[in-house]
């Protein structure tokens, strides 16, 4: 017991282990996850998203499990063909109720199990192609599927169709049958689902051997409105076409030839066979016709009712002798020709003079050169007169010649794309019925007026176009995507245009201006081009006024730096590349507020006086310092121009006259003329062992003065000695003395600076004590006294 339970924990362990080491899906959009090709051997983990399109197509996948897609219960669609798929659970399935397509095609499943499809009430398509089961299961297997619209089934190992295999299926509407080794078919089987609107039946191998079996399921599924292919059959023989006869019964109106291989014979008899019937449409598709000798070929002569005939990459071996031989005695009688890449080169002039009903021809991806169309054409004088669309593109056409079609009265389209025409002419003669002109990837470098102004719709679509300015009052749609055009046309030249394509270009702007012109566009594809993302282009893509018809994440902007390489939806600018006039004036108005601000601050902290003074200071701090031997003067003199007369009739006399005398420096006798005033008082305060200031209210105004106590404060401390004598000759408040000079306004405060008397009698002990303060003594100390008041 103990080591069953321990073998229990061991492969619980295992389990959980396996499922945190599930892989993921490697390319995961928001709704969608296409895991093919990845290799994967297990259902990978559910992304984070709600997923509702899986692809597992092209991987290892050997078993699905019952909880592998319980993460993706909102699926829509499930591809999971091309695997090694053997066995699925039966509940495998059960979370996926809003599943509609299914595809389980080319794998390895031996049976198929009705409980797979017990909870899918949604599915509307489902793919068991390529299998190896060898019958559709126990019966009733599809019962459930009550929305099934499409059903793909059989493979090279089915071998048996019983009658309750479709039980249920009351509105289906397309079959595939691959029975290529069917044995065994229960009349009725596919009868009873009703009138199906689109069969293909894969039947070579009951072709050859059991036609009675093709004949029960032709009888079961042809219907008048039913659209009958035959793929991947070898019809070699007379015999082999007989079951047919029961398309003939049944009415079938259009019979497709897919992957087939028909011989002359076989095709005659075809013909013959659905002679006088109600077939109006016969196309052979990548088909192989084999020819041999065409005499004694006897065509059928009653196709009435026949108006299409497509015949897309038919391979005929002695492709010389295709297609005209085959046409001829049908194409007079038919409306729609459609040859695509079947190596036509000729075709005689003499046929399109006898399809006098021939309303539509397409002979694209073929061989016609200009000659071959022109003979083709008869030279535009005669056949096809009922022609109302031509498709001539991709072949070997050079040149434009528009007088083939001028007498084609009904003509209203012609498509002449991929071919190398490499230049328009400058003047050409069109029919006036024609509405739409393709004329893409043909090399064109500029347009002319050889464009019919009849035109409805005109492609110019991957040439080399730069401008595009022809006038075309009647176009309601033009495409002129991949081409190197820079600006949009003038909308004046289109009035009536609704749509227009001007993807992939070299178109860089456009706006709500530019568009005015176009007064009836509604739908605008201009992706995929190099856009200057500007507040005007981002301004008009929010709110456009037409409606944008391609994928918004091809509008991406290339410029400017800041957004770069940005969805156009997504760029944003800011304010300063979008309103610059505005910006800029707040930028200018935000400078001047900081400006006027530091201005202020200056003023009111001196700081421009600090670094004017510190200017001065450096300068005068590189010239070499005097000695006191070498000075010129004992005091240089500072005083306002006011009190000039104090100091011309008191101070110089009394102080130059003494014994000994001593030298003032006077900025109006002693300054250098013609030198600049501020180096002049550097100079005087540099030779002079005092400076002296002869205070007054005067003073204090002067702005000369200002610059001497200026230079004078910074001497004082970067020296550190006592050089300035301050004299006030009348009173003077110490507040008005500006604050910047603190250390001067301490030394009023403590000492050194004299008083004028207004006492006669103290007037010689007032010069007596200047005298001694300006003397310059022996000892090279300067006399230090405390402040005298007389």
């Known amino acids: ?78 591809i999971v063909n091309n695997n090694r798929i053997q ?108 009138p199906l ?54 009415g079938a109106t259009s019979i497709i030839f897919k992957d087939v291989i028909l011989t002359v014979s076989a095709t005659m008899a075809f013909l013959h066979i659905m002679s006088d019937s109600n077939l109006t449409k016969l196309a052979l598709v990548d088909t192989k016709l084999l020819l041999s000798s065409l005499r004694s070929i006897e065509y ?12 897309k990459n038919v391979g005929v071996p002695q492709f010389y002798n295709f297609p005209v031989f085959f046409l001829g005695p049908l194409v007079g009688m038919v409306r729609r020709v459609s040859l695509l890449n079947c190596k036509l080169f000729l075709w005689p002039c003499e046929y ?75 003047t050409c003669y069109w029919p006036p019925s024609l509405q739409f002109l393709n004329l893409s990837s043909t090399h064109l470098p500029k347009v002319t007026t050889c464009l019919p102004v009849t035109l409805r719709i005109l492609d110019l679509s991957d040439n080399d176009l730069t401008v595009f300015n022809v006038k075309l009052p009647f176009l309601t749609e033009l495409y002129i995507s991949g081409n190197k055009i820079v600006t949009l046309p003038d909308g004046v030249l289109y009035p009536r245009l609704t749509f227009l394509s001007i993807q992939n270009n070299d178109l860089q702007t456009f706006s709500s201006k530019t568009l005015n012109h176009y007064s009836n566009l509604k739908s605008l594809e201009a992706g995929a081009n190099k856009y200057i993302c500007s507040c ?57 507020v900081v400006f006027l601000l530091v201005a202020g601050l200056c003023h009111k902290f001196s700081v421009v006086w600090y670094l004017k003074m510190t200017w001065y200071w450096l300068r005068a701090k590189r010239k070499p310092k005097l000695k006191k031997g070498e000075l010129e003067y004992d005091a240089f003199v500072s005083y306002s121009e006011m009190d000039s007369g104090w100091v011309d009739a008191h101070l110089v006399p009394e102080l130059e006259q003494t014994e000994p005398p001593l030298r003032l420096c006077l900025h109006k006798r002693d300054f250098v003329p013609g030198g600049w005033i501020l180096d002049n008082i550097m100079e005087a305060i540099e030779k002079s062992h005092k400076t002296l200031f002869v205070l007054s209210p005067h003073f204090v105004s002067s702005e000369w003065c200002k610059y001497e106590l200026d230079y004078t404060h910074f001497r004082v401390f970067d020296q550190n000695d006592d050089t300035v004598v301050l004299i006030l000759l009348e009173p003077i408040d110490k507040e008005t003395i500006p604050k910047k000079f603190c250390k001067l ?46």
Request: aromatic share 10%.
């Open 536 to 592: 005007d282009f981002l301004a008009f893509m929010t709110s456009p006024r037409v409606t944008f018809g391609d994928d918004s994440k091809s509008y991406v902007c290339d410029s400017p730096d800041a957004v770069r390489g940005s969805r156009v939806a997504e760029a944003r600018l800011s304010v300063f590349e979008c309103h610059t006039a505005l910006a800029f004036s707040l930028l200018c108005s935000g400078f001047l």
């Open 352 to 426: 399109s003079a006898d399809y006098s009903n021939l309303e539509y021809i397409d002979v694209s991806d073929n061989l016609l050169s200009d000659l071959a169309f022109s003979e083709m054409m008869c030279d535009g004088n005669g056949g096809l007169w009922t022609l109302q669309t031509i498709n001539v593109s991709r072949n070997h056409l050079q040149s434009i010649n528009s007088q083939l079609f001028t007498k084609l009265n009904k003509l209203k389209n012609i498509d002449m794309s991929g071919n190398a025409f490499h230049s328009l002419p400058a």
């Open 197 to 250: 609107k689109f069969v293909t039946l894969g039947l070579n191998g009951p072709f050859w051997g059991n036609q009675k079996l093709v004949e029960a399921i032709l009888s079961d599924v042809v219907h008048q409105n039913t659209t009958l292919t035959f793929t991947d059959t070898w019809f070699s023989t007379e015999d082999q076409i007989l079951p047919l006869k029961m398309a003939h019964r049944g």
């Open 1 to 78: 017991m103990r080591i069953l339970t321990f073998l229990s924990f061991v492969l619980l362990l295992m389990h959980q282990s396996f499922s945190l080491s599930r892989a993921q899906c490697r390319s995961c959009e928001q709704t969608s996850c296409n895991c093919s090709g990845q290799n994967l051997t297990t259902v990978p983990e559910a992304p984070s998203t709600l997923i509702t399109e899986l692809d597992l197509s092209f991987n290892r996948l050997q078993t699905i499990v019952k909880n592998d897609f319980v993460a993706f219960s909102r699926l829509q669609s499930l």
């Open 300 to 311: 059928p002569q009653h196709f009435n009712c026949l108006e299409d005939i497509v015949l």
């Open 745 to 790: 306004r301490r030394l009023m405060n403590s000492r050194t600076y004299l008083e004028w008397p207004d006492d006669d009698d103290q007037i010689p002990r007032f010069w007596h004590s200047l005298k001694t303060a300006i003397k310059r003594p022996d000892n090279g100390n300067c006399v230090r006294f405390d402040n005298v008041d007389f």
């Open 87 to 194: 066995k699925i659970h039966d509940e495998a399935f059960v979370p996926l109720t809003n599943l509609e397509k299914l595809d389980l095609s080319f794998n390895r499943l031996a049976t198929l199990s009705a409980g797979w499809f017990e909870n899918l009430f949604s599915l509307h398509h489902l793919n068991l192609l390529g299998n190896k089961y060898k019958m559709l299961g126990q019966g009733n297997v599809f019962q459930p599927l009550k929305s099934l619209r499409t059903l793909h089934f059989g493979g090279p190992d089915l071998q048996s169709v019983r009658k309750s295999d479709f039980s249920g299926l009351s509105v289906l509407e397309e079959v595939v049958f691959d029975g290529k080794n069917l044995r065994y078919y229960a009349e009725g089987s596919l009868r009873q689902i009703g």
